[in-house]
C-alpha cells in the first residue's frame, strides 16, 4: 500500500512538473533605446507624436521597441513566442515549473509573473457562450433622420454637439473586440467605408489581417454600428463622422488569459497609429481553465494584465472606455477588468426611463473607487448592423454609445487634458455628486459637458449667457455682455432652419410650437442651446 501511494505522489509530481502555464517573461531594459529616441517615428506614427505634443505627454522607455536579441534568446531556449508588449517590455509563453527557473535564471530577465493567481481556481460563475449574447429586434424605418437611435441620443444630451457641427470628424477611435463581419459589405456601414473612415485593423487572436469573415463573431460589428452606422432615415450613430482602426483581441469560442495579452498588443498598435479613443465591450475574471480565474478583490485597476496595459494607453494621452460588464444577476455581480482601472472609463448601462439595466455589474472597485464612471443607454440599445437597424442589450452598448459622444466632444476641446475632461463629465452626469453602485454618477451629459470645457477654456461664467424666456411664445432676449457674431436655428433633428438677427431681442412669433436649437457665436465662444417655442 505505501509503494502504491508513493508511486502516485511521484506520478502526481511529475504531472505538475511537467505542466505547463501562460507566464510572461519581463526584461531588464532595452539596450538599444537610444535609436529609438534618435528617431520616434520608427516605431510610432506623427500622429501619435501629435497627441502627445497636443497633450504635453513625453517619450518614455516604453515607447521604444523590444530587444530583439532578448527574444531571439527566449526562442534559442525552446519556447515558441507569438506575443510580445513593448510597453511591459517581454514576452507571453507557456512554460513548466523547470523553465520558469530556467527563464527567470537568465541575465536579461528581470522577472517571471504567472497568470494564475489563485492555484486552487476561483469561481467560475458563467459560460462562455453567453458573455456575447444578442438580443435581434430588426426595426423598419420611421421619419426621424436619426431614427431609433434618436431617444438614446437625446438620452445623453449629444444633438448640442451634432447640432454644433461635433460629430467626431477628425477623431480617431480604436474598437477593440472580437470580430467586424458584414463591415465590409453591409450597407449600414456604407458610409465609413465610402468617405474611408475606416484607416486598417488586425486580427491579434489569429495574427493576420481576417477582421471581416463572416465565421467571426459580429460583436464588434454591433459595437461599430452604436458609433459609426449610418442608414439614412433609420439610424444615426452616437459620432459618424468619426475615424476607425478595427481590432481583433477576443477570441469567442474560448476564453483564455491570451486574451487579455492580445488586447494589450491591440491597444500597443492603436498607440502607434495615433488613435484618439480606445473602445472596448470586452472584460475578463474567468476562463475555460480555472486555474486562471480571478475573484472581486482582483479587480483592483492593477492586479490584471490588461487593467495594467489599459492604464498605460491612457497615460498615452488615449480616452480609454471598458464596459463595466452584465454581471449584476449573477454570483459574480461586479465590474469586470479592465473595467476596474482608475484611469479607464467606465461606462454602465440603463433604461430608456433612465434606471439602471438590470444585467448592469455593480460598482466599486475592489479597493472602494467608484465604478462605473457613468452610464448610456444599455436595455434595448439601437444599432445599426449589416443592412438594418436592431436593438440589443448590453454594457456592450451604452460603451460604445458613450465614446462616440467622447468623439464629438473631443473633436470640440481636442486639447483638454484627459482626467480634467472626464472629471467634467462625472460631475454633469446626472446623479453627481451623488452616486450608485450600478450606474456610477448618473447619465452622461455631453451638452452640459462641452458648456462646462467652454466657458472653462474661454475662461468665463455660466452667466455669460442666458436664454429667457424658455419656453417662449414669441419673443426671447439672449443675456450676454459678449458681441453677440452669428445666431443660428436648427430643427429638432439637427437640420439648420434659418439665420435669425444678430440682436439680442429675438421674434420666433410666426415659428411652428415645437423643439428648437439655437448655435450663438459670440465674440469668445459658440454655444448651442435647447429652445421650446409654444
Same mark, same amino acid.
Given at each position: 500500500m505505501k509503494k502504491t501511494l508513493s508511486v502516485l505522489i511521484i506520478f502526481l509530481y511529475a504531472f505538475v512538473s511537467a505542466q505547463t502555464e501562460l507566464v510572461f517573461v519581463f526584461f531588464k531594459d532595452k539596450p538599444n533605446k537610444a535609436a529609438f529616441y534618435a528617431n520616434p517615428l520608427s516605431e510610432i506614427s506623427q500622429k501619435s507624436l501629435d497627441r502627445r505634443a497636443r497633450l504635453n505627454i513625453p517619450l518614455n522607455d516604453q515607447d521604444a521597441p523590444l530587444e530583439a536579441s532578448y527574444i531571439?534568446?527566449?526562442?534559442?531556449?525552446?519556447?515558441?513566442?507569438?506575443?510580445?508588449?513593448?510597453?511591459?517590455?517581454?514576452?507571453?509563453?507557456?512554460?513548466?515549473?523547470?523553465?520558469?527557473?530556467?527563464?527567470?535564471?537568465?541575465?536579461?530577465?528581470?522577472?517571471?509573473?504567472?497568470?494564475?493567481?489563485?492555484?486552487? /481556481?476561483?469561481?467560475?460563475?458563467?459560460?462562455?457562450?453567453?458573455?456575447?449574447?444578442?438580443?435581434?429586434?430588426?426595426?423598419?424605418?420611421?421619419?426621424?433622420?436619426?431614427?431609433?437611435?434618436?431617444?438614446?441620443?437625446?438620452?445623453?444630451?449629444?444633438?448640442?454637439?451634432?447640432?454644433?457641427?461635433?460629430? /467626431?470628424?477628425?477623431?480617431?477611435?480604436?474598437?477593440?473586440?472580437?470580430?467586424?463581419?458584414?463591415?465590409?459589405?453591409?450597407?449600414?456601414?456604407?458610409?465609413?467605408?465610402?468617405?474611408?473612415?475606416?484607416?486598417?485593423?488586425?486580427?491579434?487572436?489569429?495574427?493576420?489581417?481576417?477582421?471581416?469573415?463572416?465565421?467571426?463573431?459580429?460583436?464588434?460589428?454591433?459595437?461599430?454600428?452604436?458609433?459609426?452606422?449610418?442608414?439614412?432615415?433609420?439610424?444615426?450613430?452616437?459620432?459618424?463622422?468619426?475615424?476607425?482602426?478595427?481590432? %481583433?483581441?477576443?477570441?469567442?469560442?474560448?476564453?483564455?488569459?491570451?486574451?487579455?495579452?492580445?488586447?494589450?498588443?491591440?491597444?500597443?498598435? %492603436?498607440?502607434?497609429?495615433?488613435?484618439?479613443?480606445?473602445?472596448?465591450?470586452?472584460?475578463?475574471?474567468?476562463?475555460?481553465?480555472?486555474?486562471?480565474?480571478?475573484?472581486?478583490?482582483?479587480?483592483?485597476?492593477?492586479?490584471?494584465?490588461?487593467?495594467?496595459?489599459?492604464?498605460?494607453?491612457?497615460?498615452?494621452?488615449?480616452?480609454?472606455?471598458?464596459?463595466?460588464?452584465?454581471?449584476?444577476?449573477?454570483?459574480w455581480h461586479y465590474i469586470i477588468t479592465p473595467a476596474d482601472n482608475e484611469k479607464v472609463f467606465t461606462v454602465g448601462a440603463v433604461t430608456s426611463s433612465g434606471t439602471s439595466s438590470s444585467f448592469s455589474s455593480y460598482g466599486p472597485n475592489a479597493l472602494g473607487l467608484v465604478k462605473p464612471d457613468a452610464s448610456a443607454r444599455g436595455t434595448n440599445t439601437a444599432i445599426a448592423y449589416n443592412n438594418s437597424a436592431t436593438t440589443s442589450n448590453g454594457t456592450s452598448f451604452a460603451t460604445p454609445l458613450a465614446a462616440g459622444g467622447v468623439a464629438c466632444l473631443l473633436q470640440a476641446v481636442l486639447t483638454k487634458p484627459l482626467d480634467e475632461l472626464k472629471d467634467i463629465l462625472r460631475q454633469k452626469a446626472s446623479l453627481f455628486p451623488n452616486h450608485t453602485d450600478p450606474m456610477g454618477y448618473g447619465i452622461l451629459n455631453f451638452g452640459a459637458s462641452l458648456t462646462e470645457v467652454q466657458m472653462a477654456t474661454a475662461n468665463v461664467t455660466k452667466s455669460s449667457i442666458k436664454i429667457y424666456p424658455n419656453p417662449v411664445s414669441t419673443s426671447f432676449t439672449i443675456n450676454t455682455s459678449e458681441k453677440i457674431v452669428s445666431v443660428e436655428l436648427y430643427d429638432v433633428l439637427g437640420r439648420k432652419s434659418q439665420n435669425l438677427s444678430n440682436e439680442k431681442i429675438q421674434n420666433i412669433e410666426k415659428l411652428t410650437k415645437g423643439v428648437y436649437f439655437l448655435k450663438i457665436k459670440i465674440d469668445k465662444n459658440e454655444f448651442v442651446e435647447k429652445l421650446i417655442k409654444q
Amino acid at each position: 500500500m505505501k509503494k502504491t501511494l508513493s508511486v502516485l505522489i511521484i506520478f502526481l509530481y511529475a504531472f505538475v512538473s511537467a505542466q505547463t502555464e501562460l507566464v510572461f517573461v519581463f526584461f531588464k531594459d532595452k539596450p538599444n533605446k537610444a535609436a529609438f529616441y534618435a528617431n520616434p517615428l520608427s516605431e510610432i506614427s506623427q500622429k501619435s507624436l501629435d497627441r502627445r505634443a497636443r497633450l504635453n505627454i513625453p517619450l518614455n522607455d516604453q515607447d521604444a521597441p523590444l530587444e530583439a536579441s532578448y527574444i531571439q534568446n527566449i526562442k534559442n531556449l525552446g519556447f515558441t513566442v507569438t506575443d510580445y508588449s513593448k510597453w511591459m517590455n517581454g514576452v507571453a509563453v507557456n512554460a513548466t515549473t523547470a523553465q520558469i527557473a530556467t527563464l527567470q535564471a537568465q541575465s536579461y530577465v528581470q522577472s517571471v509573473e504567472s497568470f494564475i493567481k489563485h492555484p486552487a /481556481g476561483g469561481k467560475q460563475s458563467i459560460k462562455k457562450s453567453d458573455k456575447f449574447k444578442v438580443f435581434d429586434n430588426t426595426i423598419g424605418k420611421t421619419n426621424f433622420n436619426y431614427g431609433t437611435g434618436l431617444s438614446q441620443i437625446d438620452q445623453i444630451n449629444l444633438r448640442p454637439l451634432h447640432v454644433a457641427g461635433y460629430t /467626431g470628424t477628425g477623431v480617431t477611435i480604436a474598437v477593440i473586440d472580437t470580430g467586424f463581419p458584414t463591415v465590409n459589405t453591409g450597407s449600414a456601414y456604407a458610409r465609413i467605408r465610402n468617405n474611408g473612415q475606416i484607416k486598417g485593423g488586425y486580427n491579434f487572436v489569429n495574427k493576420s489581417t481576417d477582421i471581416y469573415n463572416t465565421s467571426l463573431n459580429n460583436h464588434g460589428s454591433y459595437c461599430l454600428g452604436v458609433i459609426a452606422g449610418y442608414i439614412d432615415n433609420s439610424y444615426v450613430g452616437s459620432a459618424p463622422d468619426a475615424d476607425f482602426y478595427l481590432y %481583433a483581441s477576443e477570441d469567442a469560442v474560448n476564453e483564455k488569459p491570451e486574451e487579455m495579452i492580445y488586447w494589450a498588443e491591440a491597444a500597443e498598435e %492603436a498607440d502607434r497609429k495615433g488613435v484618439d479613443i480606445i473602445t472596448t465591450s470586452l472584460g475578463y475574471y474567468d476562463f475555460d481553465d480555472s486555474r486562471y480565474n480571478m475573484l472581486y478583490s482582483d479587480m483592483d485597476g492593477s492586479n490584471s494584465f490588461i487593467a495594467r496595459a489599459a492604464q498605460i494607453a491612457a497615460e498615452k494621452g488615449i480616452f480609454v472606455l471598458a464596459a463595466a460588464g452584465n454581471e449584476a444577476q449573477n454570483s459574480w455581480h461586479y465590474i469586470i477588468t479592465p473595467a476596474d482601472n482608475e484611469k479607464v472609463f467606465t461606462v454602465g448601462a440603463v433604461t430608456s426611463s433612465g434606471t439602471s439595466s438590470s444585467f448592469s455589474s455593480y460598482g466599486p472597485n475592489a479597493l472602494g473607487l467608484v465604478k462605473p464612471d457613468a452610464s448610456a443607454r444599455g436595455t434595448n440599445t439601437a444599432i445599426a448592423y449589416n443592412n438594418s437597424a436592431t436593438t440589443s442589450n448590453g454594457t456592450s452598448f451604452a460603451t460604445p454609445l458613450a465614446a462616440g459622444g467622447v468623439a464629438c466632444l473631443l473633436q470640440a476641446v481636442l486639447t483638454k487634458p484627459l482626467d480634467e475632461l472626464k472629471d467634467i463629465l462625472r460631475q454633469k452626469a446626472s446623479l453627481f455628486p451623488n452616486h450608485t453602485d450600478p450606474m456610477g454618477y448618473g447619465i452622461l451629459n455631453f451638452g452640459a459637458s462641452l458648456t462646462e470645457v467652454q466657458m472653462a477654456t474661454a475662461n468665463v461664467t455660466k452667466s455669460s449667457i442666458k436664454i429667457y424666456p424658455n419656453p417662449v411664445s414669441t419673443s426671447f432676449t439672449i443675456n450676454t455682455s459678449e458681441k453677440i457674431v452669428s445666431v443660428e436655428l436648427y430643427d429638432v433633428l439637427g437640420r439648420k432652419s434659418q439665420n435669425l438677427s444678430n440682436e439680442k431681442i429675438q421674434n420666433i412669433e410666426k415659428l411652428t410650437k415645437g423643439v428648437y436649437f439655437l448655435k450663438i457665436k459670440i465674440d469668445k465662444n459658440e454655444f448651442v442651446e435647447k429652445l421650446i417655442k409654444q
